[in-house]
């Protein structure tokens, strides 16, 4: 699975790239929604874990812009900052998941594990 993790936060995003590799993925990291957007143009990925609060604006903006260039591309929502208007508006945005930071890496392998089934089947 190809995955782009879109952080901030460069420590944590290294750490879940390295997780990711580890499972036998192949995994990037952007700390702008501006990156994000050029490598999402640039390559198709299968997953994007997508911080809401980028360096250049609120990833919740971004959702849309990703969902224009790759409608079919899974993304999780991932926040330190969160409220029942933010969940509310990322989910309306036909997100896979959304994630309360501190990121649980036993999750990692949850999500590309369901996001492989979803392939499979087509959906």
Known sequence: MNILIADHDLTLAERVAHEFKRMGHRAENCATCKKTLTRIKEQEFDLVLLD????????????????????????????????????????????????????????????????????????
């Open 52 to 123: 809401l609060l980028l360096s250049d604006g609120q990833g919740d903006k971004c959702i849309a812009q990703i969902k224009a260039i790759r409608p079919r591309v899974q993304i999780v929502a991932m926040t330190e900052h969160n409220s029942r208007e933010l969940e509310l508006k990322v989910r309306s945005q036909g997100i896979l998941f959304y994630m309360i930071k501190p990121l649980e890496i036993n999750y990692l392998k949850v999500l590309t594990d369901h996001i492989s089934q979803i392939k499979v089947n087509g959906e």
